[in-house]
């Protein structure tokens, strides 16, 4: 019966490619972790949360009113405006896993009249 004969400078660059491999790994999975760590500690930090939702309540807000005064129609205003009172109440709220679920929810509304303010523009409706 043959026996299956590697080299052994075959099997010896193998083993130092294997344990290049674990190496590159090992610093690897440490460096993504701290770096995801500190993205993490730094996106969920609430001042983030807080300056982000004022900025577009800001902007949503104009963009709302001007689409209503431009087109007329203000039920697309008022949609966007209960979704930007959400958002305001989701600043209120302490910075535990219920502000995101206000925040969410307040978007998709502000999301909602924004698309029908644009809708409303471009087919006047």
């Given at each position: 019966?043959?026996?299956?004969?590697i080299p052994t400078t075959r099997l010896d660059r193998i083993a130092m490619g294997l344990s290049g491999l674990c190496a590159v790994h090992c610093v690897a999975t440490a460096v993504l972790l701290g770096l995801l760590a500190?993205?993490?500690?730094?996106?969920g930090s609430p001042i983030i949360h807080e300056v982000g939702l004022t900025l577009a309540m800001i902007i949503g807000t104009y963009a709302l009113v001007r689409g209503a005064l431009d087109h007329g129609f203000f039920m697309q205003s008022?949609?966007?405006?209960?979704?930007l009172g959400v958002m305001a109440g989701a600043l209120?709220?302490?910075?535990?896993g219920r502000?995101?679920?206000?925040?969410?929810?307040g978007v998709m509304i502000v999301a909602l009249g924004h698309r029908l303010n644009a809708m409303a523009a471009e087919n006047g409706f």
């Open positions: 019966m043959p026996q299956l004969s500190s993205a993490g500690g730094f996106l008022a949609i966007g405006a209960l979704g209120s709220l302490p910075h535990d502000e995101p679920i206000y925040t969410v929810i």
